[in-house]
């Protein structure tokens, strides 16, 4: 597992775990947030990388700061089903969308740690982390019908789960865009519910200044440029029941 800073202006950081995993597993991506003496994880992952994202996180975490916070974006293994290790090893406080929160004990959730399992209202809500505020944004239906982002105001970072997947690419930053789309396309016309789920999502994000677009998976998005055009993008692509008509047909007529 690598690590690699984002953002770190001598108060507050923002460190990219990246797992190029092996196998069957779709790759994933970490991401750390330290403020002060408090720190936040963002979608740990399941039980392959669990030991190997407990480890660095604790690593990255020697001089001073302690991890508070668990941010699960959904209900997805690849983000929860580590949650009980970390619960169990840690005092965080885990957050996810109040639509999931009876689904996760059926990860294996010890009965000992779930009152530190934490509801995120529809609406959203803002997370102190150390004097910092993080914004928990609406992201419902992209894909998952309870689902969140992250705004970091500190590093202009939005953490946008699985919007923004890429996968098979072998680089961590977009520096093509019309060249990354062939890594994206399939991705977001087959789990993004709708256009008009993206249409929200650009109006609601382009009121946020944001400088990068990290998604869950695959290469990340840097500079304004990238940035609009990515919510560009996203706000043009037909996807999900949009395509009805290529996916509800009887089998061999």
Not at 77 to 82: H, L, S
Request: hydrophobic share 40%; proline share 4%; charged share 20%.
């Amino acid at each position: 597992m690598a690590s690699s800073i984002l953002f770190n202006n001598g108060t507050h950081k923002n460190i990219l775990l990246e797992e190029f995993g092996t196998g069957l597993a779709v790759q994933a991506n970490q991401h750390l947030v330290i403020h002060g003496d408090s720190a936040m994880i963002l979608d740990p992952g399941g039980h392959k990388v669990y030991n190997k994202v407990l480890s660095e996180t604790l690593s990255l975490l020697r001089g001073g700061a302690k991890l508070r916070y668990l941010f699960l974006s959904h209900q997805d293994p690849d983000i929860v089903a580590a949650c009980n290790g970390w619960l169990m090893t840690t005092d965080v406080e885990a957050y996810i969308s109040a639509l999931w929160l009876r689904f996760i004990p059926h990860f294996g959730l010890d009965r000992l740690v779930e009152d530190r399992l934490k509801p995120i209202p529809d609406a959203g809500m803002t997370l102190d982390l150390g004097g910092a505020p993080l914004l928990f944004v609406p992201a419902h239906y992209l894909h998952s019908p309870g689902n969140f982002q992250v705004y970091d105001p500190v590093s202009r970072i939005l953490y946008s789960g699985d919007l923004g997947a890429s996968l098979g690419m072998d680089y961590r930053e977009v520096t093509d865009f019309d060249d990354h789309l062939q890594y994206m396309e399939g991705f977001h016309r087959r789990y993004i519910a709708s256009n008009r789920t993206m249409r929200a999502w650009a109006a609601m994000v382009r009121t946020l200044d944001i400088e990068m677009i990290a998604p869950q998976h695959g290469a990340l998005f840097r500079g304004k440029e990238h940035v609009n055009r990515f919510i560009d993008w996203c706000e043009g692509l037909a996807c999900g029941v949009d395509l009805l008509d290529d996916v509800y047909k009887i089998p061999g007529r």
